[in-house]
């Protein structure tokens, strides 16, 4: 399988492309240069990890992805409270980050599954 057929890298893509534009007029370049790079660190860790070598440095990556969701999350909510991010936009943004870590759990315990045997 390719990294590309995965919905959870489509989903992932598509939230970061949805983050650089929607940020792209911030003029705090600190905080939009984070809030970008952990929103394209999500679907790239994803395409990396499948395009190792072994099913285990496929987890090691997808958990590096699962771990970007969550710094994507925090940086959200500092953006939200701070007046960056808009209410409605950035709980959009914290369900699609959620689903996506729950996507990612589970598509680790398969490869770690995988790479058990």
Do not use: H
């Amino acid at each position: 399988m390719r990294f590309e057929d995965l919905e959870v890298w489509k989903r992932a893509t598509r939230l970061s492309v949805t983050v650089f534009r929607s940020m792209s007029s911030c003029k705090d370049f600190g905080f939009r240069d984070q809030i970008t790079r952990s929103s394209l660190s999500v679907p790239s860790n994803i395409a990396e990890g499948f395009e190792r070598v072994s099913q285990k440095e496929c987890a090691t990556f997808l958990s590096y992805a699962k771990g970007s969701c969550g710094e994507l999350r925090t940086q959200i909510y500092v953006g939200m409270e701070i007046g960056y991010i808009e209410a409605s936009v950035g709980k959009r943004w914290l369900r699609e980050s959620e689903e996506l870590s729950l996507m990612l759990g589970a598509l680790i315990k398969i490869k770690k599954g995988y790479a058990q045997q």
